[in-house]
């Protein structure tokens, strides 16, 4: 697709659920990172993915939180026995190679845990 | 590691008028410099970036900012906004080698542009 595609745009979930996020990255990009925007607050790294290895995972808050990336283009945040201070915006950004090229971002998921 | 400081959480300006938001950092390392923006409900766009020669950098929108080493700032301006320039903005720095190409964040800045 033309840019970063996140879905769903918006998650309601109970405290203690599980949900998954999904993110499809601009087509042939080869770096994907993970970002949680709490309200009022700047993006926040969690994770991050070049082609299918998670280079770097040390932004995830606890180990209820589990990203993957398999065949190295979609990837999927899912947060086990969600709590609320999971409730945020997930963004998912990409970049076509490495170093500093500029990171494109999707839209987001807004997840609010009741 | 890093941080990132925007002392203003929001700024009204009138249409037209010039504006500044400002952006302090602080590393220990070399960092590369971006400012992003960001509409209600969407994600980020990247209006401009600092990777390294002139410290005047030019982004989209008629917005600009200066990389400033000895005071570790990197602030936005524009000399004339617009009412679409309502958003938040967003001040972030990457480090140049072994950062993993992460962007730290700061808080954001509000820009509301009135008639």
């Known amino acids: 697709g033309a840019g970063v595609s996140q879905s769903p745009r918006y998650k309601v979930a109970k405290r203690g659920q599980d949900v998954a996020l999904r993110c499809d990255p601009i087509?042939?990009?080869?770096?994907l990172f993970w970002y949680q925007q709490a309200l009022g607050q700047g993006p926040e790294f969690l994770t991050y993915?070049?082609?299918?290895?998670?280079?770097?995972k040390s932004g995830l808050p606890s180990d209820r939180f589990f990203a993957e990336r398999p065949e190295g283009s979609v990837s999927t945040l899912k947060i086990q026995r969600t709590q609320q201070e999971d409730s945020a915006v997930y963004l998912c950004?990409?970049?076509?190679?490495?170093?500093?090229?500029?990171?494109?971002f999707g839209d987001g998921t807004r997840l609010s845990i009741l | 590691a890093q941080s990132v400081t925007q002392l203003d959480s929001q700024v009204p300006v009138f249409e037209e008028a010039p504006v500044e938001l400002r952006c302090n950092y602080s590393?220990?390392?070399?960092?590369?410099l971006f400012w992003y923006v960001q509409y209600p409900n969407q994600g980020l766009q990247l209006l401009l970036k600092y990777l390294s020669g002139s410290t005047l950098v030019k982004g989209i929108n008629g917005f600009e900012a200066e990389f400033n080493k000895s005071q570790t700032s990197f602030h936005l301006r524009k000399p004339s906004v617009h009412i679409s320039d309502t958003a938040e903005y967003f001040c972030?720095?990457?480090?140049?080698?072994?950062?993993?190409?992460?962007?730290?964040f700061g808080t954001g800045t509000q820009l509301k542009v009135e008639l």
């Open positions: 993915f070049q082609n299918e290895a998670q280079l770097d």
């Open positions: 087509s042939g990009h080869v770096s």
């Open positions: 950004a990409s970049t076509q190679g490495l170093g500093n090229q500029p990171q494109h």
């Open positions: 972030a720095v990457m480090r140049v080698t072994g950062g993993g190409n992460k962007l730290t």
């Open positions: 590393s220990s390392v070399s960092v590369y």
